[in-house]
């Protein structure tokens, strides 16, 4: 077993352990149920369900209207722009309903960062699903004969795909990984930035998520294009670390919780004291 083969094997079961980890760590440190995470997780889910299918009938749509006679450089940057504001709007307005309608208790700081997390664990955990399923895939096909596992007129294209995915170096392969973990403070500083939607009462934060995920998402499709996967992955590292920035930047001091008065004790009852039934005592009440 080569170091290879572990840092494949590695990236995916990273992708999938960072966001659990991360899950685990917030609501343990914070007292909190593991419910948002879970809300934000579907969420996520959910607004793909509405993004893929959009982003599939809309490139249909527009490789029969004017996009094919674009030059190749006018393409990317359509490309660019139109992916980039797909996600935002998709992402963050689903993010939007999910604080306005799903998780209406989730109105502070912390809350906010739990819901967020859940967003970018799900995304890295599907992403690490994808990942494992492709190592098993390619593992079994490293020693196999090609020829006989796919079409033969597919052969050719299978044979340059295992052989790039087994030549790389040890460290590019864990690039999946280290995107995740650029990406999920990203998907919390989003969440917080529209929970101001309703600590402030001011749209302008769901915008201001909106244009932020098309910045991000729209800048590295070119980036990618242009550079490779190295300054790729520097371009979301930076974006991590603004998104830090952010979250801090925008914490509020949690709401107090509602604190019960201390129980006062029942004021004492009264009690007579029983006369003794004595003789004298039987004299003295005898025509009481």
């Known amino acids: 077993m080569d170091i290879l083969f572990l840092a ?14 991360l899950a685990i760590f917030l609501t343990a440190r914070w007292k909190l149920s593991a419910r948002l995470w879970l809300i934000g997780a579907a969420t996520f889910i959910l607004s793909q369900v509405g993004h893929i299918p959009f982003n599939a009938l809309a490139g249909l749509v527009l490789d029969r209207t004017g996009l094919a006679k674009m030059t ?3 393409q990317l940057i359509f490309n660019a722009v139109f992916l980039g504001l797909s996600a935002g709007l998709f992402e963050e307005f689903f993010r939007y309903g999910m604080f306005r309608w799903w998780a209406k208790d989730a109105r502070s700081w912390r809350k906010g960062v739990l819901a967020g997390a859940g967003h970018g664990g799900a ?17 079994y096909l490293r020693h196999a004969d090609i020829a006989t596992v796919v079409p033969a007129d597919q ?9 790039a995915y087994w030549s790389m170096s040890w460290y590019a392969s864990l690039l999946g990984a280290l995107e995740r973990l650029f990406t999920i403070p990203t998907q919390i500083a989003l969440a917080v930035l529209v929970l101001q939607t309703f600590t402030r009462r001011q749209w302008f934060w769901v915008w201001l998520a909106v244009l932020y995920h098309a910045v991000l998402d729209g800048s590295s499709v070119l980036l990618a294009a242009h550079a490779g996967a190295l300054p790729t992955e520097a371009l979301v590292g930076g974006f991590a670390v603004l998104s830090l920035i952010l979250i801090f930047l925008l914490r509020q001091p949690e709401p107090a919780e509602d604190v019960l008065p201390p129980s006062v004790p029942p004021p004492p009852v009264f009690m007579p004291k029983p006369l003794e039934t004595t003789p004298d005592k039987l004299d003295q009440t005898r025509y009481a």
């Open 8 to 21: 494949h094997l590695l990236n995916g079961l990273l992708m999938i352990a960072m966001p659990v980890g």
């Open 123 to 139: 995304e890295a955990i599907i992403l690490g699903a994808i990942v494992l399923y492709a190592f098993v895939q390619l593992a």
């Open 72 to 74: 190749p450089e006018a």
């Open 155 to 163: 052969a050719a294209l299978a044979q340059q795909q295992v052989s």
